[in-house]
């Protein structure tokens, strides 16, 4: 009798911890164990308290970056976001022939506020999973690109190109011109146009001509005056003199930074001599 009241306290104790039998308290029910899906359910979800990329994450301006390419060098993609729900797209496939492609158009969010949809994007991936300053492309089903080449599609946000002064010639979108390089004047064919560049106002990029090529790439800017230029891809044709070419190349993989004079840009190096001065919208 004694130990069935022992038995009796303790299943009183126990229940009210852990409950006794298939005993419960009334409106409680029993949590069913949570499946592998449950438990690895992905991370970018929409949080409970609301906060999304969208809502939370200052994801409004110009993204860069080189994916892999099948058949090329990479693929220089620039995407740019903009709060009226816009974007630009452009893609240069890194050392074949021909222009960049560019696309432009509207956006949207997916349910879960961390991807936007980019409408008009045709035969290619349209879904860019929006981080902290970066996108990552998406493959075709919009899923996260796994394994070793994962880091290799994810698009860095640009800093803000530095306002000009007030009064001077802005250095992007002016057509820059070719006046002196290492010091020494460039005198053009009367028949030929002089070598040029263009800092493009959307996407970091920029574009010119040599002398002899054209050419594409990317450039970078910080407050106050630095600049950079990076991942050039030029055409293949050869002409007699080549030697301006060789040296512009080299004079912007040197660049680091910049001043506007009087309407005329200068390219330095740890701000010693100008390696290179421009003139805007001159060509003669």
């Not at 949570?34 to 359910?41: D, H, N, S």
Request: charged share 20%; glycine share 10%; proline share 7%.
């Amino acid at each position: 009798m004694r130990n069935a009241s022992r038995v009796g306290v303790l299943c009183v104790v126990a229940g009210a911890l852990l409950g006794c039998g298939d005993q419960k308290p009334p409106g409680q029910q029993l949590t069913q164990p949570q499946t592998t899906e449950q438990v690895a359910a992905p991370r970018e979800a929409a949080r409970s308290d609301g906060h999304t990329a969208a809502n939370s994450l200052d994801w409004s301006g110009t993204y860069q970056g080189i994916v892999p390419c099948a058949d090329c060098e990479g693929i220089l993609t620039v995407v740019t976001l903009r709060k009226d729900m816009t974007y630009a797209f452009s893609a240069a496939y890194l050392g074949k022939p021909g222009k960049p492609i560019e696309i432009a158009g509207t956006f949207s969010w997916n349910d879960a506020g961390n991807t936007v949809i980019l409408a008009g994007l045709e035969n290619r991936p349209n879904k860019y999973f929006v981080g902290e300053r970066h996108l990552l492309q998406l493959d075709m089903k919009g899923n996260k690109i796994e394994g070793a080449s994962a880091s290799l599609y994810r698009l860095q946000q640009q800093d803000p190109v530095p306002s000009p002064a007030v009064g001077a010639t802005p250095l992007v979108g002016t057509t820059w011109y070719l006046k002196a390089i290492h010091g020494r004047e460039i005198t053009a064919d009367p028949d030929r146009k002089k070598p040029y560049i263009i800092l493009q106002p959307d996407g970091n990029r920029v574009n010119g001509f040599t002398g002899c090529n054209t050419f594409l790439g990317s450039y970078e800017t910080r407050p106050p005056d630095r600049l950079s230029f990076s991942t050039m891809a030029a055409t293949q044709k050869i002409c007699p003199d080549m030697e301006v070419e060789t040296t512009l190349f080299e004079v912007l993989g040197e660049t680091d930074s910049f001043a506007i004079r009087d309407g005329a840009l200068l390219l330095h190096k740890a701000r010693m001599a100008p390696l290179a001065v421009f003139e805007a919208g001159l060509n003669r």
